[in-house]
Nanobody, 116 residues
Framework: QVQLVESGGGLVQPGGSLRLSCAASGFTFSDYVMNWWRQAPGKERELVAS????????TYADSMKGRFTISRDNAKNTVYLQMNSLKLEDAAVYYC?????????WGKGTLVTVSS
């Protein structure tokens, strides 16, 4: 059974940091591109960052460049999102996504709240 379980969300002040984790099981993690998405209330889901199967290639949405870092540990079947210098507009539910061809798996999300 495929599972993606996000953790690490919570309440943080503007300028603070959080590290999200996504633990995967039920599929060959190292074959998949891993993505982090987010969705704020009333807004469409947007792609935050992606990492290739080997971890050598990473891409980011423009507004996250220099603040967020995606990484993965294929030995632990886990992908991470380090978020620094958080802004009010970063508040959202963050989702982990695994993609390979037409196979597309999603976690249930973890809530990030940014508030002073």
């Amino acid at each position: 059974q495929v599972q993606l379980v996000e953790s690490g969300g919570g309440l943080v002040q503007p300028g603070g940091s959080l590290r999200l984790s996504c633990a995967a099981s039920g599929f060959t993690f190292s074959d998949y591109v891993m993505n982090w998405w987010r969705q704020a209330p009333g807004k469409e889901r947007e792609l935050v960052a992606s990492i290739s199967d080997t971890g050598r290639i990473t891409t980011y949405a423009d507004s996250m460049k220099g603040r967020f870092t995606i990484s993965r540990d294929n030995a632990k079947n886990t992908v991470y999102l380090q978020m620094n210098s958080l802004k009010l507009e970063d508040a959202a539910v963050y989702y982990c996504n695994a993609k390979l061809g037409n196979q597309d798996y999603w976690g249930k999300g973890t809530l990030v709240t940014v508030s002073s």
